[in-house]
């Protein structure tokens, strides 16, 4: 049985982080097993391995993998670099594929550079003189061979390589609460709605969705008509996973729908406020950028079920909005387990 590899990654790396690393050394290492130096016992190590990250943030980390031999024997150095979006687990795993892949390289190496040896081989003694000979002078004896002598192999140094890290696939997540900014037509073909949306959604790993919002918007103030609307929504539909970050749905919303308009007529104010039911559908799209943050896009289109008509002025021709109408909003989102 191999001797084990040894691996050092500090004081400061924790427990979770240490199994990681020897995990994936153990998965990618051809034979043996590799150990933490918790775990080292009494008997030499097969190689020792000292990684060290540069900064807190393990962007860069410095691996040592020293094989053992009679001699001290060879230092190979590689460093890894690795990107601000890489998961802090890849960074860990991605040290341990690389030991397991130096000690490999390392030992290839050596078995080459011993088949490459060549071994001397000593000449055969001269025949003793016969007996009845007449004495001869002594020859000198032969020259010793020279010995091989197998260069030590240098350190190897590496360049700093950006190392490509997949990303970990984001976990399903079943609840969503957004935030967000609509706008859509006011009330005629004057100045549009602006407003916010506070919306939350259960979703299925079926794709089935139920959700809810509620929404405030108000009309920009003009000089003698104001209005605001005050809705509260909820819904059932489908999403679909075109990947674990990006999703688009579709839902049918009902509600009610509360509409407050202020009017400025001969210098005395009037307001009226009311109550309509109101149906929709929406398409939203939402992306993840992280597993638990992303951005949200919706257009909703809905209706009260019959058009409006304000009088502001007895000269003047009512203010008139269609029976349906649509929005579009923006905002940010969050997944939670």
Not at 207 to 213: I, K
Not at 260 to 289: H, K, Y
């Amino acid at each position: 049985m191999l001797a084990p590899v040894i691996v050092d990654l500090g004081p400061d790396v924790g427990a979770r982080e240490v199994q990681v690393v020897i995990d994936a050394c153990n998965d990618a290492i051809s034979q043996g097993v590799c150990l933490p130096e918790a775990s080292a016992s009494d008997e030499a190590p097969r190689a020792v391995a000292v990684a060290r990250a540069a900064d807190d943030a393990v962007r860069v980390v410095r691996i040592e993998v020293r094989l053992a031999s009679d001699d001290e024997g060879a230092t190979i150095v590689r460093e890894l670099v690795f990107g601000r979006r890489d998961p802090l687990r890849e960074r860990w795993r991605s040290v341990g594929l690389a030991i397991a892949t130096l000690v490999g390289e390392g030992e290839r190496a050596r078995e080459e550079a011993r088949e490459d040896e060549v071994p001397a081989v000593p000449e055969a003694p001269p025949e003793p003189p016969p007996v009845d000979a007449a004495p001869e002078a002594t020859p000198e004896p032969p020259a010793a061979p020279a010995p091989v002598v197998v260069p030590e192999a240098p350190e190897e140094r590496a360049e700093p390589e950006e190392v490509e890290v997949p990303r970990e696939p984001f976990e399903h997540r079943a609840w969503f609460v957004g935030v967000g900014a609509f706008t859509g037509p006011g009330f005629g073909a004057g100045p549009w709605r602006v407003g916010g949306a506070l919306r939350g959604a259960w979703q299925g790993e079926s794709g089935l969705t139920f959700g809810t919002s509620l929404g405030y918007a108000w009309r920009a103030s003009s000089r003698d008509f104001t209005a605001e609307w005050l809705s509260l929504e909820a819904g059932v539909g489908y999403r679909l996973d075109l990947s674990d970050a990006t999703s688009f749905g579709v839902m049918l919303l009902g509600g009610a729908q509360r509409a407050r308009f202020e009017v400025l007529a001969g210098g005395e104010s009037r307001s009226v406020a009311r109550w309509n039911p109101r149906a929709g559908v929406e398409l939203d799209g939402r992306w993840r950028v992280t597993s638990g943050f992303g951005v949200w896009a919706a257009l909703e289109g809905g209706t009260a079920g019959r058009s409006s008509r304000l009088f502001v002025a007895p000269d003047r021709e009512p203010i008139q909005a269609a029976g349906v109408d649509g929005v579009f909003a923006l905002g940010l989102g969050w997944w939670l387990e």
